[in-house]
């Protein structure tokens, strides 16, 4: 099979190469997928688990891209919930070859039912954003309606889900990020936007929640921002950030098939849209993750025509 495959972390994307690897094999509660649309996280190959197995092991040259729709092509041993032919998408395991590939074994639990109405694209496009938007405002930040909820990087990938998503839950969603954002964050329902370049944060007032995807600088003045009871939520990693009289909170996303039937749900209902900035085929995949043109939006793969 064709897969992308990364040997060299100092290389980055810029060592990516198109390769024939053998295809995977199915083992005991396994699905083996045809991919038919994949994606990668931006920061993806800075990740320990991209190079080395839970030991610690090198385990390269490995594939990327972890987020996918397609269709089962065969059953492990023990599998159940799934058949053979069924549209599925989902997120495969960290540690495990990715999705910028043919084929991918994943473990069944990891996979959700993919309409019949809704592309391969679109769905592939939804499984990283959503579910991370999602766990971070409802499992960790426990949203409610009514509350105002700062959402950094509104624009983005995971910012403009989040965005949508707080503000079908009744919240009151302040965008913040590039001062070119300010259009698509309110397109995506923000009500207010702080261009971080040029505007003060502390402007901004006391907030029940932050969702945060920056870290740093920008997560320790947010910290700030908390009122009592409240919550930072970060995807940025262990920040040092801490909420005076409220919680700080990161969060690594995981694959959740309930969640994914609630998202797609909302997407078929229109009342979710996803941000996909360019497509393109795994032959050009090489040249798409190492353009220097600024998408916004996210990459997303067509593996199979």
Wanted: hydrophobic share 45%.
């Amino acid at each position: 099979m064709k897969a992308i495959i990364v040997a060299d972390q100092a290389a980055g994307k810029a060592g990516m190469q198109l390769v024939e690897r053998p295809e995977p094999q199915v083992a005991i509660n396994d699905v083996i997928v045809q991919v038919h649309a994949s994606a990668m996280t931006g920061d993806e190959l800075s990740w320990p688990s991209t190079w080395t197995d839970r030991a610690g092991r090198d385990r390269t040259p490995s594939i990327p891209g972890h987020e996918l729709a397609g269709i089962v092509t065969s059953l492990g041993y023990g599998t159940t919930g799934l058949s053979v032919g069924q549209r599925v998408f989902g997120l495969t395991d960290w540690y495990r070859d990715g999705t910028l590939a043919e084929y991918v074994a994943v473990e069944a639990r990891n996979l959700a039912p993919l309409p019949i109405d809704v592309d391969f694209t679109v769905g592939a496009a939804l499984v990283m954003p959503g579910l991370t938007a999602w766990q971070g405002l409802f499992g960790h930040g426990r949203l409610q309606a009514g509350q105002t909820v700062l959402v950094h990087g509104a624009a983005g990938v995971v910012g403009s889900m989040a965005t949508q998503l707080a503000r079908a839950a009744g919240a009151y969603v302040i965008g913040t990020g590039r001062a070119e954002g300010r259009q698509r964050a309110l397109d995506f329902g923000a009500l207010e936007y702080l261009d971080l370049e040029n505007e003060k944060l502390q402007d901004v007032g006391e907030v029940d929640l932050v969702f945060d995807i920056f870290g740093g600088d920008i997560a320790n003045q947010s910290a700030s921002l908390i009122r009592s009871g409240g919550r930072l939520v970060t995807i940025a990693g262990p920040t040092g950030a801490r909420p005076a009289n409220g919680l700080a909170i990161d969060f690594v996303v995981e694959a959740i098939p309930n969640q994914l039937i609630e998202i797609i749900q909302r997407l078929r209902e229109g009342r979710l849209q996803t941000n996909i900035g360019n497509t393109s085929t795994l032959n050009d995949a090489v040249a798409a993750f190492n353009s220097n043109n600024r998408v916004n939006g996210k990459t997303i793969i067509r593996v199979q025509p």
